[in-house]
């Protein structure tokens, strides 16, 4: 559905009152509000980011050997509807009742099966800032599911455990689950997620994902969903010396879909499943090349003998890193603005492209008068469709294409009516390049910031890709 945008003034005067969200950004009328709005990556100047405790891998295999131990003694597996399920769930809701974790068992039912999620809050933090990690702790009934997915679930437990240990005072508020029925199709986390109102949902600021990371013939895969939560993992393995490559076969393929697609921002890790490792990974990586990541996915031999513990240690510290660094990050100063900092490409002639602005911790609906500030690099403007997305998906359009139009850049702001729509969630800039030739890119405004220091103060925390700095508007 597209409403029409109101009149689209080329150029607007700022009233004190409102800022301003460049590239892909938005702008609220509204007073500001008392919330501290902010994201899975936003971290205000001069904040302190507490280093992660070392993941004790033998604890994390201990756990692993808990998880064969339980499929062994019920029938060879821990899946969906099976006893070596619930088995699963009962050790690890042991594990976190002991740890202080407040627990809540989901149930759902699927193929006729009663299902269970495990949820694990750890109390305090912002609850309107609700940073996720999750892992599916079923297997398929041919195996253990050691790898697939004890060694997600083992690493979401010990970092969850190592956050009691260190009694960590997160400011965001942490939340780990297992999920069940993943290997039906995503059946628990959906239903997680489905549950969920639009309130809540709009509080998640992140959910990371571990699905198989501790593979035999490991490769290191980073989602490439979420940049903030992307370039943590990233910088992570940097400063280990560990080259990364993007994640390419995830998408939908398994529990950071169900949030990914009601417009969460998610990230993982992986380690690799069926296919093959290249000769060139396996030069960068060790491992034998020609040969599967796993060769025991989804099969039998899927057993706590089916994993490499250097990987499953390092993916374990990874997430640890990422939960200490995005849930302690102080909130940014109050302000009026989100803003994006990631440029994203246009391709010429082809699909859409969005980039993406997560605004929570708000109250009510966005302004009748929303100001979006648009910074779009161009060569041939008129090939340009431009829509702002509002969190339910609604399109507001922005700009139309015109074939007579042919001067360079789309550097405006446009005003929208936004009153229907509510102020939290993730809001999109959608950009279609409809005519062959001259190609582009969403930029950022830097008019609207001052980049250098706030780009020095992120990078430096090693936080940010895409910044939603409440950028105080400028005078
Ligand atoms: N579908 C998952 C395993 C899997 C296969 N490819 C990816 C990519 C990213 C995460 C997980 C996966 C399963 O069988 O549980
Ligand atoms: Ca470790
Ligand atoms: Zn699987
Ligand atoms: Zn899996």
């Not at 009149?7 to 609220?28: E, K, Y």
Request: aromatic content about 6%.
């Amino acid at each position: 559905m597209t409403h029409p945008s109101s009149d689209l003034p080329r150029n607007i005067s700022r009233p004190l009152a409102a800022a301003l969200v460049a590239a892909a950004g938005l702008l609220t009328a509204s007073p500001v509000s008392s919330a501290t709005p902010e994201r899975a990556g936003s971290v205000a100047a001069g904040a302190e980011i507490l280093a992660a405790p070392d993941i004790p891998i033998g604890n994390v295999k201990a756990h692993l050997a808990q998880l064969q131990s339980i499929a062994t003694a019920n029938g060879g597996n821990r899946a969906h509807g099976r006893t070596g399920y619930k088995a699963s769930i009962d050790y690890v809701k042991g594990k976190l009742d002991a740890a202080g974790f407040t627990t809540t068992l989901q149930q759902f039912t699927s193929s006729g099966s009663t299902g269970y999620n495990l949820i694990a809050d750890w109390p305090g933090g912002d609850p309107n800032q609700v940073l996720m990690a999750g892992a599916h702790l079923d297997s398929v009934s041919s195996g253990a599911g050691i790898n697939d997915n004890g060694s997600g679930s083992a690493a979401v437990l010990e970092t969850a455990l190592a956050v009691s240990r260190a009694q960590l005072q997160p400011t965001k508020h942490l939340r780990f689950a297992w999920w069940g029925a993943e290997e039906l199709g995503l059946v628990g986390s959906k239903y997680y997620v489905n549950s969920l109102s639009a309130t809540d949902r709009a509080r998640v600021s992140g959910y990371i994902n571990l699905d198989m990371v501790g593979s035999p013939n490991p490769g290191y895969f980073v989602y490439d969903d979420d940049p903030a939560i992307e370039k943590v993992f990233k910088d992570w393995y940097t400063g280990i010396g560990v080259p990364t490559e993007i994640e390419t076969e995830g998408d939908g393929r398994s529990d950071h879909a169900s949030f990914k697609n009601v417009g969460i921002p998610v990230g993982g890790l992986f380690t690799g499943a069926s296919r093959t490792k290249t000769a060139a990974q396996a030069a960068k990586w060790g491992g034998t090349s020609g040969q599967a990541f796993d060769r025991c996915y989804h099969s039998s031999c899927d057993t706590n003998t089916n994993i490499n513990d250097v990987a499953l240690d390092h993916n374990s510290d990874a997430l640890a890193h990422a939960i200490w660094t995005l849930g302690t990050a102080e909130p940014l100063p109050p302000g009026e603005s989100y803003e994006s900092a990631a440029d994203v490409a246009i391709p010429d002639n082809a699909a859409a492209v969005t980039s993406a602005l997560a605004v929570s911790g708000r109250t009510g609906n966005a302004p009748a008068a929303l100001r979006v500030g648009v910074d779009i690099k161009h060569t041939w403007r008129g090939d340009l469709v431009v829509d702002l997305l509002a969190p339910d998906g609604t399109a507001y359009r922005l700009k139309n294409s015109s074939s007579s139009d042919s001067e360079d850049n789309v550097i405006t702001t446009y005003t929208v009516d936004a009153s229907s729509e509510t102020a939290n969630g993730t809001w999109r800039l959608r950009v279609q390049d409809v005519a062959s030739q001259d190609t582009g890119y969403i930029d950022r405004r830097d008019d609207l910031a001052d980049p250098a220091a706030r780009e020095a103060l992120l990078d430096g925390l090693g936080v940010v890709a895409v910044e939603i700095g409440l950028v105080p508007p400028r005078h």
